[in-house]
């Protein structure tokens, strides 16, 4: 059976090359027992695609069970499965045959087959290896006949990597990936599924049928569609039922589609508390501050190197450095230091002297403290400062809560 007739079968819609290539790999699939893990959006349409598989192999007089594993609560799934035994839990008046059982010799398609818990994943694993289970409460070991399709819209490698799925499992399930296309990829597609949509929608409704003029064929298609074929379907059925001029507009049609001006830029979600950063911050701040600071003490080395030696032209260069290196070194009063790089002037008064040519200048020599304690102390200190006294603007501008910056200050003797 050719891809078209495919199409025609299962009611599918469209012409874009990636749904194509999903159906090939579907009908070829099909004949074979492999297990298949179909990925995809959300509304992309993954069940169709396993009733393609199952309709087009040799178990298709068998039964087709479509098991939603998201929807089942993780302390019956087991018995939802599997089957249980008369008694082996609150609740279990009789034996109850489990899906594996029932759908002997036909195919489950377990759709959302991430969420399933590592349990039952142990379970799952052990049908695939040798077609046995057992029974919730039951020791005697069942055998089943049952080819698997799994489905789901989430990254199921990255599950593993966090411990969340079974690596061996995945590794089974996944023998033939079928992934199937989002929407916003298939845009050639969007307007043929309206006009499908909206056509059946019309008979259904004994409504008159809708014409889109071009701007709103415009809109639907760069509209991303995070909802894929189920999103547009249902938008197809509200302008059928709600709109009452046939003749659809684009500001007509945007009254249906939801506003998508948000910005798509990353950003960060914090998942913690501000309480749980505060120290961890102030740390890094200081860090990052003599961090900065060695840069500039080895662009000062790298100069004088370079000019053979000469100190005091390299410092009288460059000013700024210097300002820069000891811009937390406090004077009396509170004033702010700033040093001058004074140039070298010959000795007049006293030519005879051995001693060097210049007069010399004062200099002082400060040893900055690199302890991390004594840092966090003089950040605090200086913000105080800055603000009055005043914790609440002295915390924000630490970036910690009021409550840290009193705890702070207490345990600094500040």
């Known amino acids: 059976m050719d891809t078209q007739n495919i199409k025609q079968r299962f009611g599918i819609i469209g012409n ?11 009908s070829q699939v099909a004949p074979t027992d492999m297990s298949v893990l179909i990925t995809g959006e959300s509304g992309s349409g ?35 499965l599997f089957g249980h035994e008369k008694g082996s839990f609150t609740g279990a008046h009789e034996a109850r045959k489990g899906y594996f059982e029932v759908a002997n010799g036909g195919t489950i398609f377990l759709d959302e087959v991430a969420e399933l818990p590592l349990g039952t994943q142990a379970r799952l694993l052990r049908i695939l290896e040798s077609g046995e289970y057992l029974r919730v409460g039951s020791s005697k070991v069942q055998k089943t006949d049952v080819r698997i399709i799994a489905a789901t819209n989430v990254d199921v490698y990255h599950r593993v990597k966090n411990g969340k799925f079974r690596e061996d499992l995945y590794y089974r399930l996944n023998t033939v990936p079928l992934r199937i296309p989002p929407l916003h990829e298939r845009k050639e597609d969007i307007y043929l599924l309206f006009r499908k949509f909206s056509a059946d929608f019309s008979d259904k409704y004994r409504s008159p049928s809708l014409h889109l003029e071009p701007d709103a064929v415009q809109i639907l298609t760069n509209y991303s569609w995070p909802g894929n074929v189920r999103q547009l379907k249902n938008i197809a059925e509200q302008i059928c039922v709600l709109e009452k001029e046939r003749n659809v ?15 798509n830029l990353p950003m960060t979600i914090n998942s913690q508390s501000k309480e749980d950063f505060t120290e961890r911050d102030i740390l890094y701040k200081v860090l990052f501050d003599m961090k900065k600071d060695m840069v500039e003490l080895k662009k000062l080395v790298a100069e004088i190197i370079q000019h053979g030696g000469n100190t005091a032209s390299v410092l009288a260069d460059n000013p700024q450095y210097i300002n820069q290196l000891y811009r937390d070194v406090e004077l009396p009063g509170g004033q702010e230091h700033t040093f001058t790089i004074q140039q070298p002037a010959p000795n007049i008064n006293n030519n005879n002297s051995n001693n060097s040519d210049y007069y010399a200048h004062d200099a002082e020599e400060i040893e900055e403290s690199l302890s991390l304690i004594d840092k966090e102390s003089d950040l605090i ?28 200050i207490k345990e600094l003797n500040l």
């Open 16 to 26: 874009s090359p990636l749904l194509n290539r999903a159906i090939d790999i579907a």
């Open 46 to 80: 993954k069940e169709v695609f396993s009733q393609i598989i199952h309709q087009m192999s040799a178990r298709k007089h068998g039964s087709f069970i479509a098991v939603n594993c998201g929807a089942i609560p993780e302390g019956t799934i087991d018995s939802e």
């Open 249 to 263: 507009t684009g500001p007509a049609i945007l009254n249906y589609i939801p506003n998508e001006t948000g910005s």
């Open 381 to 408: 200190k200086k913000a105080l400062k800055k603000h009055k006294g005043k914790r609440k603007f002295a915390a924000q501008e630490l970036g910690i809560s009021e409550r840290t910056l009193y705890r702070k």
